[in-house]
């Protein structure tokens, strides 16, 4: 009884899922044809995933809508080439990832009082995540190396399997294992360090 | 094992990346070593808190990022247009620069291959000396003819052309 339900249940998700990606198949053909308000609605269904993953590797939500601005950019001048029969989202993660890479190397060179002032800027002027700009997760994450930070965030936070998270990050599955279980260890100590610095 | 790659294997098997026979072997020394336990129990933790650190977005951003996005493309088509205009009318300019230098260079070089203008031909005519040094009588019938020589001046002084012809007309 209970595995029938679960076999209906499943073939419910998958019916969903089928369905939302035929849309989203749908979509990119009219904004193949120049159709902006079915770009706008590829927009709207993926933003909140592209932001969410700028905002964790980049720590700064005006470099965040930045990258997220340029993933889209690059998506609309993809569009011609992009196989409608498969999943946008992986495709997605992988650019992501890519622009927060070349977005982090320009910060880089940055100094650091511009970095401040354009985060001061962003979070009075951006209505993501002001009240949680000094995050413990926040701290954590950018305390780990690059390409651990990523693993991470695609692996734990995401939710990728390590094949996707692989993918995403043009890597094989067992390096990507192993950077998140670095990075999980890494974030262990140092919140185990912040929680003795507190008690002290 | 080493205490590091233990606490990396203890960490992928709280992320769910060990393979089932790896997870089961590592579990057994977990059951034996309470300080691996409480690393791993400690990771688990940690992994639940992480996983249950969502942020909190504006749902409503799609528009403001589309409207950029829209807004940048159109910037750059139209800079794009301007760019390939200007490149064409740069490669036109240097086109009708080539062209022209061209024609010039032409016209400038016919007057220098053409040949100069005759402007004065004199004919002068002498009998062989050899011929008449013998003191021998000639009849008429074999009186050398005279060599033919013709001079050509032309408006270039530098230029002079002599033609010989010989007693035999060669």
């Not at chain 1, 951006?126 to 990523?150: F, K, Q, T, Y």
């Amino acid at each position: 009884m209970a595995a029938a339900r679960r076999a209906n249940w499943t073939a419910n998700v998958s019916e969903d899922a089928a369905k939302a990606e035929s849309a989203e198949a749908e979509w990119i053909r009219l904004a193949r044809a120049g159709d902006r308000a079915a770009f706008a609605q590829l927009v709207r269904q993926h933003e909140s995933t592209v932001l969410r993953v700028a905002w964790r590797l980049l720590s700064d939500a005006h470099d965040a809508q930045d990258a997220a601005q340029d993933v889209f950019v690059r998506l609309y001048d993809h569009l011609d080439r992009f196989d409608v029969r498969r999943p946008l989202t992986p495709w997605l993660y992988r650019i992501t990832v890519n622009v927060c890479r070349t977005h982090a190397r320009k910060r880089s060179r940055r100094s650091e009082a511009e970095r401040e002032a354009a985060r001061d800027s962003a979070q009075h002027q951006s209505n993501i995540g002001a009240a949680e700009a000094s995050d413990w997760l926040e701290r954590g994450l950018a305390r780990l190396s690059p390409r651990e930070r990523v693993a991470l965030v695609l692996r734990d936070l995401e939710g990728l399997s390590a094949k996707e998270a692989a993918k995403a990050m043009r890597c094989a599955p067992v390096t990507v294992r192993t950077l998140a279980a670095r990075a999980r260890l890494k974030l262990k100590r140092l919140y185990e360090a912040e929680e003795r610095g507190l008690e002290e | 094992m080493k205490c590091e790659r233990r606490d990396v294997a203890i960490a992928k098997l709280v992320g769910g990346d060990l393979s089932r026979w790896r997870a089961a072997t590592l579990q057994r020394h977990l059951d034996t070593c309470p300080r691996c336990d409480t690393l791993r129990s400690d990771l688990a933790k940690r992994q639940i808190a992480v996983r249950n650190a969502e942020r909190s977005f504006e749902a409503n951003r799609g528009d403001v990022i589309a409207d950029a996005v829209f807004a940048r493309v159109d910037a750059r088509r139209s800079s794009k247009t301007g760019q390939r205009f200007r490149r064409r009318a740069v490669a036109g300019v240097l086109t009708a620069i080539v062209l022209l230098a061209a024609v010039v260079l032409q016209f400038s070089t016919v007057g220098e291959d053409a040949p100069p203008q005759v402007s004065k031909v004199s004919v002068t005519e002498s009998i062989p000396s050899a011929v008449l040094d013998d003191d021998k009588p000639l009849s008429l019938a074999e009186s050398p003819r005279p060599d033919v020589i013709i001079r050509i001046e032309t408006q270039n002084p530098d230029i002079v052309i002599y033609w010989h012809g010989d007693s035999a007309g060669g």
